[in-house]
C-alpha cells in the first residue's frame, strides 16, 4: 500500500513537471499585476551623402513603462522622463530634456496583451516650437507616430508581441511578420520581419529566449541575411512574383538587425540591441541625385521594480 502511494505521488510530481515545464516553454504576455521598467535607450545615428560623412548625433532616452493588470486586460503607461541630444562635441541644449519631461502615452492592452486602442498623447509635445524653435514640433510628430489613427507606438508594441504570442519555443524556429518602418522624409516603407529563436537559457530558474530580427524593405535581401529559400519567404508574407520584384527594385532600401532576450512566461525584454541602415536617393541642392545613408546603432537596459521600489524578477 505505502509503495503504491509513492508511485502515485510520484506520478502525479511528474505530470505537472512536465506541464509546468511545458507552459514555461510557450510565449504568454503574463508581466503580473503590476510593474514598473526603467528603460535608457542610448542610440548614435550616422547621416552621410554618397560617401561623404555629414554629421553624428548621439542621443540618450530614459522612460519610465508601467504595466497594471486591469478588468479587460492591461494598462500601460509610458512615460518620456528625459532625453538628451549631442551634435559632436556640442553641449546638448538642457531645454530638450525640459519640453519631453512630462510626455505621456498611454495603451490599453487586451488580456493577452496586444494594444487596443489608440494612444493618448499629452499636450507637452506641442510645447517644442515654443520652446526650441519653429517645426520641431511636426518633426517629433512624424518620428513618434503621434495623431493617426495608429500610432507608431501601438504599432511597435503588436510588432514585438504579435508573432511570439502563444507559440512554443524551440530553437531554431522562425516566425514571421509585416510592419511600416520610415524612411528619411517620414514616409513608411513596408517592412518583412524574420524572427529566429537562437538560444535559450535559464536566469533565476526562469526561461530566457534570445531573438534575432532580421527587418527588410527588400524581401529578395532577406535570402542573403536569413538564408531561408525564395519559396519560405513568399509564402510567408504572401508575395506574388511580380510584387516581389517591384519592392526589390525601388531606390530606397531600410534593413534592420535586432538582438533581443525576452522571458518566455512574460513576454518582457530583458536586453535589446539593434542596428538600422536607411538608403534614400534624393536630388541635392544643384538637383544631382544622390545617396542618403543613415545608420543607426541603438542599445536598450531594462530596470524592473514593484511599485514598492524592490527590484522585480521576470
Same mark, same amino acid.
Given at each position: 500500500?505505502?509503495?503504491?502511494?509513492?508511485?502515485?505521488?510520484?506520478?502525479?510530481?511528474? *505530470?505537472?513537471?512536465?506541464?509546468?515545464?511545458?507552459?514555461?516553454?510557450?510565449?504568454?504576455?503574463?508581466?503580473?499585476?503590476?510593474?514598473?521598467?526603467?528603460?535608457?535607450?542610448?542610440? $548614435?545615428?550616422?547621416? &552621410?551623402?554618397?560617401?561623404?560623412?555629414?554629421?553624428?548625433?548621439?542621443?540618450?532616452?530614459?522612460?519610465?513603462?508601467?504595466?497594471? @493588470?486591469?478588468?479587460?486586460?492591461?494598462? *500601460?503607461?509610458?512615460?518620456?522622463?528625459?532625453?538628451?541630444?549631442?551634435?559632436?562635441?556640442?553641449?546638448?541644449?538642457?531645454?530638450? @530634456?525640459?519640453?519631453?519631461? =512630462?510626455?505621456?502615452? *498611454?495603451?490599453?492592452?487586451?488580456?493577452?496583451?496586444?494594444?487596443?486602442?489608440?494612444?493618448?498623447?499629452?499636450?507637452?509635445?506641442?510645447?517644442?516650437?515654443? =520652446?526650441?524653435?519653429?517645426?520641431?514640433?511636426?518633426? &517629433?510628430?512624424?518620428?513618434?507616430?503621434?495623431?493617426?489613427?495608429?500610432?507608431?507606438?501601438?504599432?511597435?508594441?503588436?510588432?514585438?508581441?504579435? %508573432?511570439?504570442?502563444? @507559440? %512554443?519555443?524551440?530553437?531554431?524556429?522562425?516566425?514571421?511578420?509585416?510592419?511600416?518602418?520610415?524612411?528619411?522624409?517620414?514616409?513608411?516603407?513596408?517592412?518583412?520581419?524574420?524572427?529566429?529563436?537562437?538560444?535559450?537559457?535559464?536566469?533565476?530558474? *526562469?526561461?530566457?529566449? $534570445?531573438?534575432?530580427?532580421?527587418?527588410?524593405?527588400?524581401?529578395?535581401?532577406?535570402?542573403?541575411? $536569413?538564408?531561408?529559400?525564395?519559396?519560405?519567404?513568399?509564402?510567408?508574407?504572401?508575395?506574388?512574383?511580380?510584387?516581389?520584384?517591384?519592392?526589390?527594385?525601388?531606390?530606397?532600401?531600410?534593413?534592420?538587425? $535586432?538582438?533581443? !532576450?525576452?522571458?518566455?512566461?512574460? &513576454? &518582457? %525584454?530583458?536586453?535589446? !540591441?539593434?542596428?538600422?541602415?536607411?538608403?534614400?536617393?534624393?536630388?541635392?541642392?544643384?538637383?544631382?541625385?544622390?545617396?542618403?545613408?543613415?545608420?543607426?546603432?541603438?542599445?536598450?537596459?531594462?530596470?524592473?521594480?514593484?511599485?514598492?521600489?524592490?527590484?522585480?524578477? @521576470?
Amino acid at each position: 500500500m505505502l509503495v503504491t502511494r509513492l508511485l502515485l505521488s510520484l506520478l502525479v510530481f511528474l *505530470v505537472a513537471h512536465r506541464t509546468a515545464s511545458a507552459n514555461d516553454a510557450i510565449f504568454t504576455f503574463n508581466p503580473g499585476n503590476s510593474v514598473t521598467i526603467d528603460i535608457i535607450e542610448r542610440k $548614435t545615428t550616422s547621416h &552621410m551623402s554618397d560617401s561623404t560623412a555629414l554629421f553624428s548625433v548621439g542621443s540618450e532616452a530614459i522612460a519610465s513603462l508601467s504595466i497594471v @493588470k486591469t478588468g479587460r486586460g492591461y494598462w *500601460v503607461t509610458d512615460s518620456l522622463l528625459d532625453f538628451v541630444l549631442s551634435l559632436g562635441s556640442d553641449t546638448p541644449p538642457t531645454r530638450l @530634456k525640459e519640453a519631453f519631461q =512630462t510626455s505621456v502615452v *498611454v495603451l490599453e492592452l487586451d488580456n493577452n496583451g496586444l494594444a487596443l486602442e489608440v494612444p493618448e498623447v499629452d499636450s507637452s509635445l506641442n510645447r517644442l516650437d515654443t =520652446t526650441i524653435g519653429q517645426g520641431w514640433t511636426s518633426i &517629433m510628430q512624424k518620428a513618434r507616430g503621434d495623431g493617426g489613427e495608429k500610432t507608431q507606438k501601438a504599432k511597435q508594441w503588436n510588432r514585438r508581441l504579435q %508573432p511570439l504570442l502563444g @507559440k %512554443p519555443v524551440e530553437v531554431g524556429t522562425y516566425f514571421f511578420n509585416e510592419g511600416e518602418y520610415p524612411d528619411l522624409t517620414g514616409e513608411p516603407f513596408r517592412f518583412f520581419d524574420v524572427i529566429r529563436v537562437v538560444d535559450t537559457s535559464r536566469v533565476n530558474d *526562469v526561461l530566457v529566449a $534570445t531573438l534575432v530580427i532580421e527587418s527588410h524593405s527588400r524581401p529578395g535581401d532577406l535570402l542573403r541575411v $536569413t538564408g531561408l529559400d525564395a519559396t519560405v519567404i513568399a509564402e510567408a508574407f504572401d508575395l506574388l512574383p511580380e510584387e516581389w520584384e517591384n519592392l526589390d527594385t525601388v531606390s530606397s532600401l531600410a534593413h534592420v538587425r $535586432t538582438e533581443r !532576450k525576452v522571458t518566455v512566461r512574460s &513576454m &518582457m %525584454p530583458q536586453s535589446e !540591441k539593434s542596428e538600422a541602415e536607411v538608403l534614400t536617393r534624393r536630388s541635392d541642392i544643384g538637383g544631382v541625385e544622390v545617396t542618403v545613408r543613415l545608420i543607426e546603432v541603438s542599445e536598450m537596459t531594462f530596470e524592473y521594480r514593484h511599485d514598492s521600489g524592490r527590484p522585480a524578477h @521576470k
